[in-house]
């Protein structure tokens, strides 16, 4: 595995170099934000898919946890300094990386980049399996509650990936968060796609907490532009026994079909997860 890490104001580093104090808040507290974009290095160059689009969010996450607003010009040329360095081919993982700084001694927000060799994600994107865990909590426990930082990718990850431990402890290869009146709502580190009566279909955003996920809206807007009928809606592990297929939608993993849920076969049509595979642009 190949990495790079660059820091703002300085580029480049070895990838041994300190970049966090012991009373760093993104380390002490999970008091920053992140995002992760796709890095494709093959014969036509170097590119991270939906760029603007990680940026914005990233900005986003940045203005719900209050922090300093992000200068994205600067990240956007640290992004091109890490990129001209990086000569791995294949793909990899561009994660930008923001905290609140140190707790007691002041010096402004921890603002660096990694750029890491993305995992084999080939068997993934023939299929996975999965469970429903819950998240506990309702599907509008968020509307009301902007404390909760729902739709923030902050640094706070423990949850998301204890769901993952725990999918892999039952044998299975992805968790499904489910509300606790019982809705599907996204997948610890993914969003969900969900085809039925001949339209597309995601969780809405509004009220459910769940990520705006980059992956699910350039996909539904590119379904959009071809004709095919997309909406939000909350759907129930039940609602799936007729609908044509469940998809997790991930930045770097790409499109992939749930062949079965909580052991329960669901269908597959490998012609549709294509389609979707281009729409998302893998």
């Known amino acids: 595995m190949d990495q790079l890490v660059a820091v703002m104001g300085t580029g480049p580093v070895p990838t041994e170099t300190t970049l966090l104090t ?7 507290r999970g008091d920053g934000c992140f995002d992760a974009a ?7 160059g170097t590119r991270v898919d939906h760029l603007h689009q990680h940026l914005a969010r990233f900005a986003r996450s940045a ?9 994205l010009d600067a990240w956007e040329d640290l992004i091109t300094e890490a ?9 990899a993982v561009l994660k930008l990386i923001y905290t609140r700084g140190r707790e007691h001694w002041g010096g402004g ?4 980049l990694t750029i890491t060799t993305a995992p084999d994600a ?10 429903t865990l819950s998240r506990g909590m309702a599907s509008d426990a968020f509307a009301e509650a902007p404390w909760l930082l729902g739709g923030v990718k902050t640094l ?6 204890a769901a993952k431990r725990e999918a892999a402890r039952r044998g299975v290869d992805e968790a499904i968060f489910v509300s606790s009146d019982g809705y599907l709502l996204e997948a610890p580190t993914a969003g969900l796609v969900i085809a039925a009566d001949h339209r597309l279909w995601t969780t809405p955003t509004a009220g459910t907490g769940i990520l705006r996920s980059i992956t699910v809206e350039v ?15 909350l759907f129930s592990p039940g609602d799936l026994a007729g609908a044509d297929g469940l998809w997790i939608a991930s930045a770097v993993r790409g499109v992939l079909p749930v062949t079965s849920l909580d052991g329960a076969p669901l269908p597959h049509d490998p012609q549709l997860t294509a389609q979707l595979v281009g729409y998302a642009g893998f």
């Open 38 to 44: 796709r890095v494709v290095v093959d014969a036509a």
């Open 219 to 233: 996909l539904l807007d590119q379904a959009r532009s071809d004709g095919v009928g997309v909406h939000e809606a």
């Open 63 to 71: 203005s719900a946890l209050e922090l300093p607003a992000p200068d």
């Open 22 to 28: 012991a009373d760093d808040l993104g380390l002490t």
């Open 156 to 161: 706070s990850y423990a949850i998301n990936v």
């Open 83 to 91: 990129l001209a360095a990086w000569k791995t081919p294949g793909e």
């Open 109 to 112: 927000p921890t603002q660096f």
């Open 122 to 131: 080939s068997a993934a994107r023939a299929g996975v399996t999965a469970i």
